[in-house]
């Protein structure tokens, strides 16, 4: 490798950590080009080379623990060569002679011997990598291939065009790796149906983005398009249509196998015992019969906690999830649960005095959760879920995972403080509610917004593993939440990989507009910072 | 005609009045179907007729003044043949005999001896339109072509399927003509270009809810994308980029002659003084130099309201604007000047004493404004200019309009009383500023807000044309307008068609749901009200 030191002009940027109230100002041209998330260590040389589609390779390290076989990368690669060079004719292969200053390799190195390329990416998988160049290759080394994938996104957004179209690239090096592991994006599928195509997408901009969860909210009340093998009644009465609005298993297999061919885990979200309505019309006695006064009313609440139906359902439905989706966690929900329905109910009323509950029916809630998790827990799962569960108190496994989302700043700052105090592993959504929409610049606000704002002792801080941005669905469907997720996450997604000081929002807002534009050129219907233009402007209407 | 005394069921549906807060209640369903905006006068029978695509004709009647050398209407036939059976692979003339309860045609009988076929509508234009049927036939009677085009998509609008996915239509009356002759949606070139494909999507759009006014705010500050056959160097030097981001002579004809296919006058809008950044890019000494103290200081502020070259500009200009946009109006802008630029060049300060303006600067912009309005006067267009202009005295030709845009519910009831009492005419934006967004379900108080709620007279209240909803571009380009955009902008068609005691937000939502899946059925990006579904999602995507 060419020394760096002989390099012309070599500037190591620091990043400044200031605040900055209010909008960002665009005249700010930022020193890191185009790269977003930051990387965590940067150094550029103002030297470019140039780089061409015809000759340019992507290739396996001859060293790499990865080699032909491993489908994930050449994925990657393919991916990675169209996005840099779309219009490109040749094969790739043209053996020309290389111009001295001409960028003509990228070598990905996968440095463990176990390269986990056929795996499913966890939790505490390794995405860190570096990323070096001399004037005619570069290298990319990343212990397992989900380093390697950020690298490969990081790489294609060193490129750039000269005045003639021409694609360069500057000397680089850079060490990268993420600050928090649960970098999430939840869709709603339950609200309005999404297309495959449209969660597709949005995966294809997670990775741009180096998110690595996607949290599945994938039933509730409005409908349930969750095609279950062992009780196919469930979508058959509660989809929106049983046909057309629903996921299949091989739809789920297909959406699992391409986010891990980008480093995304697929994490479902089966939310009970509330959030419930459209499960109760393919299951007969699942859902609690309101009463009004001394008579069933008609409508139902959250599910009936007291009869062992419920529970030997729960189990069967619950060991084909943890069949279905590979990841080590499943989402379990419990929140906003309404007890109004409860307390109308005769036969609850008889429960609750016989399990000397009170009038106490979070305690109820809790019986119910907590013999749910030990279902969950005999499939080998470990759960996540939403606040409320943790703030009733209920027993919880110490790997649960605790889904903050309530309050304002600083009551969600406060519950991260409790919940780590407690000893729990948490991540936050509070801020990052992308269904809520302002007029405006609102990427800052979400920009600032920091996990590890809240009061506590480095170990607390520890026990805070990511967050999600959150995409409700009441409003959102396949027309709009494209333009409405991105660049907005983006702003989260830099949050949670960007080292913490990188806050300076002027600099973000130079970056960010490159960045949108490019998931722009790459087919992503992502939405303007402010006025502006794109050379190449979304078509796809 | 089949008598409808008859018919076994008749029922004359009335619109209540009611005003309703909060959101609507989705369960609402209007016994009108999925008609938007909904027609002035509707009597349904309970009779359904089948409707077969494989034998149904659209053609003149006999006694139409609009022959077959109408390529407008042919051109609406075939699109709304198109909307109504989109799936049909015969040719339409399968002459088969006829089921004895089977609509089989609709004959369009333009009424008056000019139908306008060739013309271009104006803002007097007769859009009214009649509707009737009997079991085999329907009729659509119009004194002008502008009306049929109306009663099209009314028609349109009264197919439904049945369960077996069979189209049918009740036998029905409609009698019906827009509230106000001013029904405008205004987009922003300047602050993002818009590709044409995205600029006839929203005329689509636009003529499925009876929208006439296509108000081009086509250059400001940002960019000039008007590329001027007099002045080339106006979008040479001010547009975004010179090839990709303009609008040639050949674009603006198509657009113009595809809005007036719908029925759409397209009303450009060159807006000076202020908001003419991009002009002064290709345009030397047309902009104010400002100075910092007793030297240039390098930037520009409003036209230079005192070189005879300025006037010689507008005069070309304009010139051709006139020429190259059929209507009959042009709109001026004159809305935002900031005198900071004007009163630190004491070229200006020396006009100024000159024509003892004293310091009162609104003075000088009026100075301008008037030279402009004989500008334009002497090119024999009218003006719309915006409410700053009669705010500052300007002396304004008695057939000008006035466009409202500033202030608080109050504040804009006021100015429109005042404009009225003034004896102008005037169109309202300010509750329709459709940029502007906020969660939840902000269609309905566009949908509450009524041009005419101001205290007035009879006589003042005719004064008001109408009104426009306004797409800024600060945060939209061709990502998110579209969805942005519609269904949003049909609660302002509505307001503006419909009776003005159609406030009904419940059996609004009802259709309104319905007639956004149906814009979305037809290509529209038309996003959702709330939770729910479309039998066909989109999947533009």
Sequence with gaps: ?????????????????????????????????????????????????KIRGSSFQIRDADESSAGPSCSLLKNAYRRYYEYM????????????????????????????????????????SDESYELSMNQTYAVLKAPKVWGALRGLETFSQ??????????????????DFPRFQHRGVLLDTSRH??????????????TMNKFNVFHWHIVD???????????????????????T????????????????????????????????????????????????????????????PILNTTYDFMNLLFKEVSEVFPDAYVHLGGDEVDFKCWKSNPDITKFMEQHSFGDDYSKLESFYIQKLLDIVTSTQKGYMIWQEVFD????LKPDTLIHVWKGNQQQYQNEMAKITLSGYKTFLSTPWYLNRISYGQDWTSLYRADPHNFTGTDDQKKLVIGGEACMWGEYVDSTNLMPRMWPRASAVGERLWS???????????????????RMVERGIQAQSLFSSFCRHEYKGI
Excluded at 98 to 109: F, G, I, N, R, T
Aim: hydrophobic share 35%.
């Design 1 to 49: 490798m060419l020394p760096f030191a002989i390099v012309s002009l070599l500037v190591t940027v620091s990043q400044g950590c200031g605040r900055h109230s209010g909008d960002p100002d665009t005249a700010v041209e930022s020193s890191y080009g185009s790269l977003w998330p930051l990387p965590q260590k940067v150094r550029f040389s103002s030297l470019s080379l």
């Design 85 to 124: 060079f779309p219009n490109e004719r040749t094969n790739g292969h043209t053996n020309v002679f290389a111009d001295p200053s001409e960028l003509s390799q990228l070598h990905v190195w996968i440095t463990s011997s176990d390269s986990e390329c056929d795996g499913y990416p966890v939790v505490t």
């Design 158 to 175: 060193l490129l750039y065009e000269d005045e003639y179209g021409a694609r360069n690239i500057n000397l680089t090096e850079i060490s």
């Design 193 to 206: 149906f999404l297309p495959i195509k449209v969660i597709l997408a949005n995966l294809e901009a997670m």
């Design 221 to 243: 009340d409005p409908s349930f398009p969750y095609l279950s093998r062992t009780f196919p009644q469930l979508s058959q009465m509660g989809a929106y249509h049983p046909y």
């Design 245 to 304: 609005h629903v996921y299949t298993p091989a739809d789920v297999k297909m959406i699992i196998e391409f986010a891990r061919l980008r480093g995304i885990r697929v994490v479902p979200e089966f939310d009970t015992p509330g959030h419930t309505q459209s499960w109760g019309k393919g299951q007969k006695d699942l859902l609690t019969p309101c009463y009004s006064g001394p008579t069933p009313s008609g409508t139902f609440g959250p599910v009936n």
């Design 392 to 395: 009733n108190g209920v027993k």
């Design 499 to 517: 080292a913490k000081d990188v806050t300076n929002v002027n600099d973000a807002y130079s970056r960010l507009s490159k960045h949108r534009c």
